[in-house]
């Protein structure tokens, strides 16, 4: 099956038709705070009255953070907000006392229990050179019932263009904020129409994916086998994160064997870390190296002992975005790619795995390499098959 | 007696006079964030190791945050940080339900039940013209059990020198900077020895007070009388206010009986009231009027039962602070003049008037007026005489 969401998308084809190339240089940009904020209040978080949503995010999100503000009132919620400014995380694993990276206070449970749904806005900054990962693994941990909670009421997490997320991706802010319009379906008169279409297509994958069991993946330096028999495909339709357009499980957490190559970067508290290998028995992780970072994979392992077992196996379909943006809500959605994550599984799988830690790492089968279900190819080279 | 604080400072008169005209305009602006943030995390908040101390700020004093977030961990203390966009307040009572304006969520109570100190650091913003005062004053009663809290727990309000702050103060942001800084003692090398010699001189003062009944206030289109016996007068020395530079109490609440006459401006929620003018019997507002706002004025006063009592009567004595600069922190505290709250006491001096509010109201006796206690004249035309 091929599943080409953008190209299938008529309004957008005739669209694009209608530009010549002048033209396009005058278009004005495609990203409009406003927009993607009534997109957020009303397709992601559903925000009813009187439900308290908090919203977390840096100073750099400023425009869209008003602007959902406003959206929020409107539809008679009641907003949290939770402005950080840029910096402020790293100034904590930088001072924070031992008492504070260790121990969680009630009032910052108690917080996330009179919440009803979070959105947290991601704000792309340079990375953050010389902060602890062993502090921040330290913390993480403590967080723990904190997101447990958290996992537990409505989500979302979107992100805000920035400077620093252009210069990572490799664009311009003006060709940044276009991708991300894209991504999230603003360039469309109804995005939400937009988010049905990737739910109905995605239904059709998750109605095979349903009847596998044994999941090979095989690619350069990977070969893995895990099993899925008896776990929930979740269709992930943009509510959830935004851009979306993927599918995933929990694998069963004894099954990982063999070892994977992660290709695309990532980062992990803002902290990149890239050429990632790791080797599983009966699930657990017992042999990892990265190219870059290796000192942040090998203390985030050590958060606690789910973190060395995957909590996620999860399928791109979002053919729209074609080239990484060192940016995890975005790469993991790339059609062609696979991501598993170490950590954390999403209860709604069936998965069972209790973690601090949720890290997605992405392997890209484009080049070249294949996911088959029960010995039949699903996807090779990027395209689905099955 | 007189208490010109800031000319007897040896330290800055010897800093003065080493300065020629030349030097005065090249040297370097006396504010300076970091300094004020361990101002406050030391002196005014005595931060210690776990305290959980809320910072409420809008991103305005981004520069004052940063500092005192580092300040604050580097002593072991747990910072919350709530910052606010310019312009927050103003969206929620313009767009907030019924249901929004009326109703306390108990998280927000929670999170003031887990908060040991808090610093509220003002940032003036221009008046915002056409927020509706009676939604204002519904949503301060609301809050009430919220302020009640926070009035039990250490507490701090700070300025943090703003672009709209120097306009209403009629200067440019570096005289403003300046202004602030000199108000807080940040000019000094140890502010806190500076704000040791205002405590001291007030004990002064308030040794006479308290032997004092009747207090009388005679001044432009004012005669009012109060008692204030059995009462207990505070040494305001720059903890709970930053700058401050005041004595008060809570008046006996059915003790009021007069009229009065606000010469300073000033302003509830970032609206502008001035002239405003009361007249009181057996405690109690039985007339008011404003020159300009009177329909915020007259909505406050309908907040709750204790509006239109009074909870606070103040005496400035920072002479180092002349003019006023449309800032009741400052304002309040100018050498010379009186204020009168209308609203919530300070349990501390024995008040037992209960408000959501809390409103100070500056009258300047500088130009010609007396404060005499029990028949005494204890204040003329501004200077300390008993």
Same sequence: chains 1, 2.
Avoid at 171 to 190: G, K, N
Avoid at 192 to 201: D, K, Q
Avoid at 358 to 373: A, F, K, P, V
Wanted: one cysteine or more.
């Amino acid at each position: 099956m091929n599943c080409v969401l953008f190209k299938q998308r008529p309004d957008q084809t005739v669209f694009k038709a209608g530009l010549c190339a002048e033209m396009s240089s005058m278009t004005a940009p495609l990203y409009d705070p406003m927009k993607h904020a009534e997109l957020l209040a009303s397709y992601c978080l559903d925000a009813g009255a009187g439900q308290r949503i908090q919203v977390t995010a840096t100073t750099l999100a400023l425009p869209l953070v008003e602007a959902l503000h406003r959206a929020l009132l409107i539809r008679g919620a009641r907003p949290v907000l939770r402005l950080e400014y840029p910096g402020q995380q790293g100034d904590f694993y930088r001072h924070a006392s031992a008492e504070l990276l260790d121990s969680l206070h009630t009032g910052d449970l108690a917080d996330m229990e009179y919440t009803d749904a979070t959105l947290r806005i991601l704000t792309p900054q340079d990375a953050v050179q010389g902060s602890d990962p062993e502090r921040r693994a330290r913390h993480t941990r403590t967080l723990s019932p904190v997101a447990q909670l958290r996992s537990q009421r409505r989500w979302c997490v979107t992100l805000s263009p920035t400077e620093a997320g252009a210069r990572a991706a490799g664009m311009t802010l003006a060709e940044y904020q276009d991708f991300v319009a894209r991504a999230m379906f603003l360039d469309l008169p109804d995005p939400t129409a937009g988010w049905a279409a990737v739910r109905e297509r995605q239904a059709t994958l998750i109605e095979r994916l349903s009847r596998a069991d044994m999941v090979q993946i095989v690619g350069p330096e990977t070969d893995l086998t895990l099993r899925v028999g008896g776990r929930v495909w979740a269709n992930s339709d943009g509510k959830r994160n935004m851009p979306s357009g993927e599918v995933f499980t929990g694998p069963i957490e004894t099954s990982a064997e063999g070892h994977i190559y992660y290709g695309l970067p990532t980062s992990v508290g803002g902290q990149a870390v890239s050429g990632i290998r790791l080797e599983f028995r009966a699930g657990r992780v017992v042999s990892a190296s990265a190219e870059v970072g290796q000192d942040v994979l090998l203390a985030s392992l050590e958060t606690d002992a789910g973190a060395r077992f995957l909590g996620e196996l999860g399928i791109g379909t979002n053919y729209g975005i074609q080239t990484p943006s060192r940016n995890i809500l975005f790469d993991e959605k790339i059609g062609g790619t696979v991501h598993l994550a170490l950590g954390r599984s999403y209860p709604e799988t069936g998965g069972l795995n209790l973690s601090a830690l949720h890290w997605d790492m992405i392997c890209d089968l484009r080049g070249g390499g294949t996911l088959s279900l029960d010995g039949e190819v699903f996807q090779a080279g990027g395209v689905f098959v099955g």
